[in-house]
């Protein structure tokens, strides 16, 4: 047997507590047999151990003890599903409010976000919030499981005013795929077999929407290579080059570069991979580069083709704050862009969002898991896309001093809705 | 491990995609870490990690040792094959002995048949202590347990090597944040997103070796615990249980007593990668006695400090 090769798509899950992201996870990898039977068996043991049925499908993805007894996902958990085509990442994410930190450690890397809602309840706060995040992290494709169809009788009413709701709001928030699907996580309906419950229905179950959606879609932008260089290899000979991963856009050997915050330019003379040498590089790709200028180039230094992006000390971001303590101005931490850390300082609070209404509204500091816009300041200057052109280059966290904890994620720019 | 080929294709697929993402975390970790270390036991995934980390520094040296913690209750041929592939990759093999913790007394004798597998915790946190370790990493990889699931790539240890599940750091985009207090260390690992088949698969494309006792071979066994465990020098064969002389291999490399043998006839990478596609059992399910103890028996050892 000779295994295809496939491409891979990362997924994270997003929505509000008890709406059945857990279940919908495990109810795919149970009805694609991509889980082992000494796993399934585990998952009933424990299911009667609990008093919750004969197979609770959560129990799929909520591996932690603590989890177990609350019956909530407190931390992303990553699961792996392969079909003919594809290898799935797939992150569960928690739903409650206080781990939303979690929620958007497992969205930051994903291609496409997997939203479950409450048929019954409409489009809560929190999922509101969730949608938010991810629209802000970049994420362009959603796939909505309207969920718990089982619970309202298959209405296509019911079904109907909530593809309204995330339809609006989705609109607003600059999804550009958007594909809603009326399913029971709990009895299987439209998740990998199309449901009989459902005869109005004539779109794709949610497995097919996740083979059919764009991969890998979030290191390539067009808007130019970049490089971020982590390490610098001696060679035999006394030779350097320059190892990081490229994303944004392809790079090939002869291409015109500029090594940046420097501004030296030059061309790429030889890429290598794992492989060994190579004419041209893809985007995801861990290389080194030799250069034909002499530079003393090292780590923090950004090697990158047209458009090119901008040297800052000095910049606007939106931050998600998950410090128990709130951010104030004037407070000085580290922030890690790239491959550089630097120390920065809060310059001006703009505004906090309205989850609500996604309006801005003055405030003079941010609470944990406040998203909002502020300036900052760093020591050292850094190289920077905005977000929207680019989610490496666009993208840091701050961190505490004291602690060394992530203290926020941010993002340079403001996003288009807000 | 450079070659003068030049590849023409300019597809990549999902095993390009997680080896550069793997040697990204390599590099990083190094970069920000004063002290890193590779745990090193000489079984597949660690073998896979110690590739992907010369492929990381090539042409340079390793620039970390490589430690393994040795229960004593290895399989010989694994013994065999950590030392010779250390020493290929010209790596400092550093080995800490279960054994020498427990003539120190700081953990209880099991004695001679005992299982030591859960006393590793104290060799390798006292090895880390010992030596100012700040980071280490490891071939762990999230689809082998439903808590390893939970854990992110760079792992946060308190000073007594705890992690704590419930106060992980976020870990955004690929903004993988190092730096501890003194004291402190995290665990890496670059495989997280790796399965079973993809180090498979991997392992056939680099064709890189492996110990022999991954590929079927005939040895004598008893049926212990439904597992077939190999009778050697820490599996005594009790009256109930009748030795067998079968074709088996090992789908992990743990200790002699507690590693329990698949019946097989893949004697190749590719018949290898046929079964473990086909297989209706996890790995660890199949063949490792250590998880069975409890629900949370995986959660329980690693939040005490364990690999």
Known sequence: MKLAHKDLLRLATVGSVDDGKST?????????????????????????????????LSFVTDGLRAEREQGITIDVAYRYATTPSRKFIIADCPGHVQYTRNMATGASTADLALVVLNVAHGLKEQSRRHLVIAAL???????????KMDEVNWSQSAYLSIVDEVETLAHELGFEHVTCIPVSALLGDNVVDSSTNTPWYEG??????????????????????????????????????????????????????????????????ALNAG??????????????????????????????????????????????????????????????HTTRVTPVRVGELSGVVDIATLHTDEATSLGTNEIGIVKLQTADPIVVDDYLDNRVTGSFVLIDDVTNATVAAGMVGRASFL | MRTDAVHTSFMTDHLDLLESHAI????????????????????????????????????QNLPFPVLHIDTGQNFPEVIEYRDRVAKKAGARLIVAKVQDSIDQGRVADPGPLGLRNRLQTVTLLDAINAQNFDAAFGGARRDEDKARAKERILSFRDAFGQWDPRQQRPELWQLYQGKVNTGEHLRAFPLSDWTELDVWQYIEREEMELPSIYFAHERDVILRDNMWLAVGPFVEPRSSEPIERLKVRFRTVGDANCTGAVLSNASTLAAIIDEVALANVSERGATRADDRFSETAMEDRKREGYF
């Not at chain 1, 047999?33 to 585990?42: G, N, S």
């Not at chain 1, 001696?234 to 490229?246: D, E, H, I, K, V």
Request: charged share 20%; glycine share 10%; aromatic share 4%.
């Open chain 1, 24 to 56: 919908l996870i495990g109810r795919i990898l149970v009805d694609t047999r991509q889980l082992f039977d000494d796993q399934l068996d585990a998952v009933a043991a424990a299911s009667e151990k609990r008093g919750v049925g004969d197979l609770d």
């Open chain 1, 137 to 147: 992290l970049g994420v362009r494709t959603i796939v909505v499981a309207v969920n």
């Open chain 1, 204 to 269: 794709p179950t949610v497995l097919s929407a996740l083979e059919t959606s764009d991969a890998g879609s979030w290191t390539t932008t067009n808007h130019g290579a970049r490089l971020p260089i982590q390490w610098v290899l001696r060679q035999p000979g006394g030779g350097r080059t320059y190892a990081g991963m490229l994303n944004g856009a392809t790079l090939s050997v002869g291409d015109a570069v500029t090594l940046l915050p420097a501004n030296i330019e030059t061309t790429v003379r």
């Open chain 1, 275 to 336: 492989s060994g040498t190579i004419e041209r590089a893809t985007t995801g790709l861990s290389i080194d580069v030799d250069l034909a200028a002499e530079t003393d180039a090292g780590r923090g230094d950004l090697i990158a083709t047209a458009p090119l992006p901008t040297v800052t000390k000095d910049f606007t971001a939106t931050l998600c704050w998950f410090g128990e303590t709130s951010l104030k101005v004037g407070q000085r931490l580290r922030l890690k």
């Open chain 2, 24 to 59: 990204f975390i390599l590099r990083e970790v190094v970069a920000e870490c004063e002290r890193p270390v590779l745990l090193f036991s000489g079984g597949k995934d660690s073998a896979v990690l110690l590739h992907l980390a010369i492929k990381a520094f090539a042409p």
